[in-house]
Each structure stands twice: as structure tokens, then as C-alpha cells.
């Protein structure tokens, strides 16, 4: 079974910058963030391919956040400008199904998650 272990997380004033970092048990294809907030669905944040030359974001963090591929097994998410409504417990995933990106439903493995606290 593959286990994702999130790290970096933390507590930042906005406009600060915070880097989460995701090392996967083994070789992974697609790695990707998804973002929750208590009483709120899941929201996907950015994906990154295996070869890290293809990346997704949503729209309200383009700019801001950038996802890079370290190795095979490790990926991090570099967030700049943070905003308070950035904060979240942030997720890593992977074992992307085919289907969107940004669609939790469609990521078969999930990490444990990691706050992230912005405060104006």
C-alpha cells in the first residue's frame, strides 16, 4: 500500500510563504494537493505529473503556489503570497484515475493532511 507522509506546514501572517513538502513509499505517477476547510468540500490546489512537465492549478492560487518534482518520490508545493483564505488542512495524494485532476474522487491515495494557518 502506498503511504504519503505531508510536511511544512505551520502558521504564517499574510503574505508570507510556506513549502509542503510530500514523500511518496514509492515511484509515483501523478501527485497532487487538495485542500479542506472544516464544513467545506475537498478543493484541488495543484497536480503535478511524473515527470513534473505538466501542471494543474486552480485558479485562485495561480501565480502564488508552484508544485516541483524533486524525485521520483518527492514532490513539494512552495506557496507565496499567502492569503488567509488559504488556510486549510492541505493533502497530498496520488494514484491519479483517469478523470479530472481536481476531482477527489478520482485519487486512489491520501496522505494524513497538514494544517496550514494564514493570519491577516
Known amino acids: 500500500q502506498v503511504q504519503l507522509v505531508e510536511s511544512g506546514g505551520g502558521s504564517v501572517q499574510t503574505g508570507g510563504s510556506l513549502r509542503l513538502s510530500c514523500v511518496v513509499s514509492?515511484?509515483?505517477?501523478?501527485v497532487g494537493w487538495f485542500r479542506q476547510v472544516a464544513g467545506k468540500e475537498r478543493e484541488g490546489v495543484a497536480a503535478?505529473?511524473?515527470?513534473?512537465?505538466?501542471t494543474y492549478y486552480l485558479d485562485s492560487v495561480k501565480g502564488r503556489f508552484i508544485a516541483s518534482r524533486d524525485s521520483p518520490t518527492s514532490v513539494t508545493l512552495q506557496m507565496n503570497t499567502l492569503k488567509p483564505d488559504d488556510t486549510a488542512m492541505y493533502y497530498c495524494?496520488?494514484?491519479?484515475?483517469?478523470?479530472?485532476?481536481?476531482?477527489?474522487?478520482?485519487?486512489?491515495?491520501w496522505g494524513q493532511g497538514i494544517q496550514v494557518t494564514v493570519s491577516s
Open positions: 495524494v496520488t494514484s491519479l484515475q483517469p478523470g479530472a485532476w481536481n476531482r477527489p474522487s478520482n485519487w486512489r491515495e
Open positions: 514509492q515511484p509515483s505517477g501523478y
Open positions: 503535478i505529473s511524473g515527470g513534473g512537465g505538466t
